[in-house]
């Protein structure tokens, strides 16, 4: 036992890569040592009060040995990598309230920071509300699928990367791995329309399907498209590539329109929101949830919206890079990501004002008609380019 007296002799910040158990190998990450440091502070001083109280105890050296640091500094690291995307849906969420309220001639909420409050004490509502449970339907089903959707949309939202030191982890197929995560909520919402044994839920979960499944497609496409040009899945790649030419969405304009069109529609959002179209069914697939499942699942589509922005502005607006920032030693590229991601969600808010709900048929047949089309030409335009050693 080392004879620690001050609290300074249990706060020394070291170094997160000199840490034996650190999980990133030789790259560093912002995140975490953020994390490393937090709990520098609430180790070093949980272990300096316990060791004033009983002296010579083995928990102090404990608290502060290498294993438990990483242990702790990996437990605050997964909340503060949920904090940042949950922050950014509240943001999102009050920007959505603010525009709409203007485009209404009116202000929006008002309520604490222009507004901001607001939300967060509707959450708060929400989650205090009853928890309204079926009685004649799939038990079974009705939880899993709730708590599958909103798991998938987390996760999801936690592996977009803000900047090349702001990660999860660094794979190679990062595009393909979230898209693949991204494609399993229909599956979801079918099976949760149909375990509530009520119409509307079921009208609203065949919806769902069958307008996401027709969008995905192209979807993919134009991803697989960007990937050629960039010639990776790999998200930092992808980015870096842009920063060595130019931004995608100049040589690959048609796929950029169509994503943003196909990104609303995967996110159910106005105007492609037919699966829970108030007017029409109640709440549709959403319809027998209440209390904090539904807050949750408002959540979860939330998070699926901020994917949707951020990957439009991984794959056409050159990511978290500005044309005339050349050294990110400060906060600037997750701030600049961030930035890009919430211009994204205000070109989607402003569409949402402009259009109103289309018919069932009629975003079925933009999905297979207009946008696969859309998708193949943008595909062949960027071959082009390919062969002609454009890009």
Do not use: H
């Amino acid at each position: 036992m080392v004879d620690y007296v001050s609290i300074r002799d249990w706060i020394n910040f070291p170094d997160p890569l000199s840490n034996p158990n650190y999980p990133f190998g030789d790259v560093y990450n912002l995140p975490y040592d953020i994390s490393y440091k937090l709990w520098e502070i609430i180790g070093g001083t949980l272990a300096w009060l316990i060791n004033l109280i009983f002296p010579g105890n083995p928990v102090s050296d404990w608290l502060v040995c290498a294993g438990a640091m990483n242990f702790f500094a990996l437990i605050v690291f997964m909340i503060l990598m949920f904090l940042v995307p949950f922050t950014g849906c509240l943001v999102s969420l009050w920007e959505e309230r603010k525009v709409l309220g203007r485009a209404m001639d009116r202000r929006g909420t008002m309520i604490g920071l222009m507004g901001f409050l607001q939300c967060v004490a509707d959450g708060f509502k929400t989650f205090m509300k009853e928890d309204i449970k079926i009685k004649e339907g799939d038990k079974m089903g009705f939880m899993w699928t709730c708590s599958l959707i909103i798991g998938t949309s987390v996760l999801i939202a936690i592996m977009i990367p803000l900047s090349p030191r702001w990660f999860v982890v660094n794979y190679g197929s990062g595009l393909l791995i979230i898209m693949a995560l991204y494609a399993l909520a229909p599956f979801f919402i079918l099976v949760s329309g149909w375990s509530q044994n009520n119409k509307y839920a079921m009208i609203g979960g065949i919806r769902a399907t069958e307008m996401m499944v027709s969008y995905e497609v192209p979807l993919l496409i134009i991803i697989a498209t960007v990937a050629l040009q960039a010639g990776t899945f790999n998200i930092g790649g992808i980015v870096d590539a842009q920063y060595d030419t130019m931004p995608y969405m100049i040589p690959q304009f048609i796929g950029f329109i169509t994503f943003f069109l196909c990104a609303t529609a995967e996110s159910e959002r106005a105007p492609f929101d037919l699966a829970e179209a108030e007017s029409e069914l109640v709440e549709g697939w959403q319809t027998e949830y209440a209390g904090m499942k539904w807050g949750l699942i408002m959540l979860a589509d939330y998070l699926r919206g901020y994917v949707s922005c951020a990957m439009l502005v991984i794959m056409f607006w050159g990511g978290w890079n500005l044309p005339f920032i050349g050294d990110y030693n400060t906060w600037i590229p997750e701030i600049v990501f961030l930035l890009k991601c919430w211009l994204a969600f205000f070109f989607m808010i402003i569409f949402r004002c402009a259009t109103g709900r289309v018919r069932t048929d009629t975003i079925l047949n933009l999905g297979w008609k207009v946008f696969m089309p859309l998708a193949i030409l943008n595909l062949m335009v960027v071959l082009a380019l390919k062969v002609g050693g454009v890009c």
